[in-house]
């Protein structure tokens, strides 16, 4: 018997909220966003998953994406944050890849290159995330430059959405957009999943949903993944493997910031921060105890949390426990914790094995 927890990774879900983006998106071009080891799903799974329905691959390494190419994929395949250093590009073009350029560095580096293929390229802008891209003022004669620039192929606009999921929305950043590039008939990328689910105008183009892939809402305060159609990929499953029986006025775990204040059942689940488990998430956090909805209780430990049985009399050592995913949404316990499902997904522990389900 080895320790009881497992991560299940279900492929059937993963294709089914990719046929979802595509049902929202008709016009468009998708890109599955697979960076960060796809949220932490597995690069290389996800990517056969999805290898006859995705358009192309997003992501950040190039590592990951010579690994995509090595492994025989022919998509296109789109790196976020483009090249570093000028000596990168040579793999740029023996790969076939397609970099997003957003500083005027890179433009240096790309039109003084001598290359044997020309590249595509997606060229950035900053529209008020103030975060990657160039200025509305740098676009045109970074545009002029790049093509008349011989190893450059098809250029794409592209920028990202800093409040797609929120109140601000988009049409703030769309006049942007709009005003920099009048008079380019480049083909665009504009759509994060958020956007793609709430703003069908920029859905034109190359889409790029990620997070909608896994199964989680990119706005859960607006309407859940449930109710958008998506379906939990990641499930983060466990035991219980001890119970305690405390007395009004014990405390529990490290600090002892939990204290019972009437006798309690607690069960020990074996799932601790070292799991990806978020640390702060607090007393109160949902779990599931043979399949009922129960509460976590005490700070989160390196290899442990406890659970409050009360209402669960079945629930003993080896009872299965669901962290989050299948009948609990990940996107309930990144709430609890103040964070975003992103976090929770991607910090998904090397130790945990992980089981597929077709
Ligand atoms: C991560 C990322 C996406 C995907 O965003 P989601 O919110 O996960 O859909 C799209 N575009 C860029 C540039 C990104 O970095």
């Not at 929202?24 to 290898?51: C, I, Q």
């Not at 409050?308 to 709430?335: K, M, N, R, Y």
């Not at 499902?341 to 389900?357: D, F, G, H």
Request: net charge negative.
């Amino acid at each position: 018997m080895t320790r009881p927890i497992r991560t299940t990774i279900d492929l059937s879900a993963l294709r089914g909220n990719f046929a979802v983006a595509r049902q929202r998106a008709p016009g468009a071009s998708l890109w599955a966003v697979v960076k960060a080891n796809a949220y932490g799903h597995g690069l290389m799974r996800v990517a056969e998953a999805l290898d006859d329905m995705a358009d192309g691959f997003a992501l950040l390494d190039l590592d990951d994406a010579v690994t995509l190419r090595e492994a025989g994929f022919r998509h296109p395949i789109l790196l976020l944050e483009g090249f570093f250093e000028a000596d990168e590009l040579p793999l740029f073009a023996e790969f076939a890849l397609t970099p997003v350029v957003h500083t005027l560095e890179q433009t240096e580096m790309l039109t003084s290159a001598a290359l044997p293929a020309q590249l595509p390229v997606y060229l950035k802008l900053n529209t008020g995330m103030n975060r990657l891209g160039l200025s509305a003022e740098e676009l045109h004669p970074v545009l002029s430059a790049l093509e008349t620039t011989r190893c450059v192929g098809n250029i794409t606009l592209m920028t990202h959405y800093a409040d797609a999921d929120l109140e601000r929305g988009i049409d703030w950043q769309m006049a942007h957009f709009e005003e920099a590039t009048q008079g380019c008939d480049h083909p665009v990328s504009l759509a994060n999943s958020a956007a793609l689910l709430r703003y069908p105008k920029t859905c034109r183009g190359w889409a790029r949903p990620g997070i909608m892939l896994y199964g989680s809402s990119p706005f859960p305060q607006f309407e859940s993944a449930e109710q958008i159609g998506l379906r939990p990929v990641m499930t983060l499953s466990s035991e219980l493997i001890s119970i305690q029986h405390l007395q009004p006025g014990d405390r529990v775990g490290y600090g002892g910031i939990f204290t019972a204040e009437r006798p309690m059942r607690i069960g020990i689940v074996a799932c601790g921060y070292a799991d990806g488990y978020p640390r702060r998430a607090p007393s109160g956090t949902p779990i599931l105890v043979e399949g009922r909805r129960a509460r976590t209780v005490g700070r989160v430990s390196m290899d442990m949390i406890m659970v409050d049985l009360e209402g669960i009399p079945a629930a003993g050592i080896g009872s299965p426990v669901v962290l989050w995913g299948d009948g609990l949404p990940v996107d309930e316990v990144a709430t609890a914790a103040g964070t975003v499902s992103y976090e929770l997904l991607c910090a998904l522990a090397q130790r945990v094995p992980v089981i597929e389900k077709a």
